[in-house]
């Protein structure tokens, strides 16, 4: 049984940086075709993607966001960290991380199970 | 970078067919890929590889992709499929993409 669960701060200020982390379980992120992403989602907007690691630590990121961001895997701790610079109100959104399925020759990627998310709300 | 076209709304009448639309540049050689979401809650996947169902999806679900258009299906509509739902496809060029989401409405 998969589970993703996310966890950081719900409040940041402007200019700060933001960490979250995904604490997963049910998959191990060394397995070939495993990744983890991060999605979030505006209140009332749609699902825009931030960033994927893969099993084999190549890492993706969105190319609008691509400056501000860092993922990173912990293997042994069963973590991903996603870290956003220079947090800025239009950011407040809710930031779920989500198990990815990636058969690169079938040109298939998705996510096929999600955490809750949390709400992080970017306010002075 | 690539686009994913949704309309913002489709209504549908309990027991008809819904019909939700994902236009892209030759979408047809991608992999589209349909989640639900519902108020409050995380996206579930519902279609994957343009028609595959995961376990536990109802077979009302189903899913096309051909030219410029996917198109997820719901038959016989329930009050419970009132959800938004995104499309999203993987690309070369702009990795991950998502739609911008349909609101379907069940009249």
């Known amino acids: 049984q998969i589970t993703l669960k996310e966890s950081g701060p719900t409040l940041v200020k402007p200019t700060q940086t933001l960490t979250l982390t995904c604490t997963f379980s049910?998959?191990?992120?060394?397995?070939?075709?495993?990744?983890v992403g991060w999605i979030r989602q505006p209140p009332g907007k749609a699902l825009e993607w931030l960033a994927l690691i893969y099993w084999n630590d190549d890492k993706r990121y969105s190319p609008s966001l691509k400056s501000r961001l860092t993922i990173t895997k912990d293997t042994s701790k069963n973590q991903v960290v996603l870290t956003m610079t220079n947090m800025d109100p239009v950011d407040t959104a809710t930031y779920y991380c989500?198990?990815?399925?990636?058969?690169?020759?079938?040109?298939?990627?998705?996510?096929?199970?999600w955490g809750q998310g949390t709400l992080v709300t970017v306010s002075s | 970078s690539y686009v994913l076209t949704q309309p913002p709304s489709v209504s549908v009448a309990p027991g008809k067919t819904a019909r939700i639309t994902c236009g892209g540049n030759?979408?047809?050689?991608?992999?589209v890929h349909w989640y639900q979401q519902k108020p409050g809650q995380a996206p579930v996947l519902v279609i994957y590889?343009?028609?595959d169902r995961p376990s536990g999806i109802p077979e009302r679900f189903s899913g096309s992709n051909s030219g410029n258009t996917a198109t997820l299906t719901i038959s016989r509509v329930e009050a419970g499929d009132e959800a938004d739902y995104y499309c999203q496809v993987w690309d070369s060029s702009s990795d991950w993409v998502f739609g911008g989401g349909t609101k379907l409405t069940v009249l």
């Open positions: 989500a198990h990815s399925v990636v058969v690169v020759a079938a040109n298939l990627y998705y996510f096929d199970y």
């Open positions: 030759n979408i047809g050689s991608k992999s």
């Open positions: 049910g998959f191990s992120l060394s397995t070939s075709g495993v990744g």
């Open positions: 590889y343009d028609s």
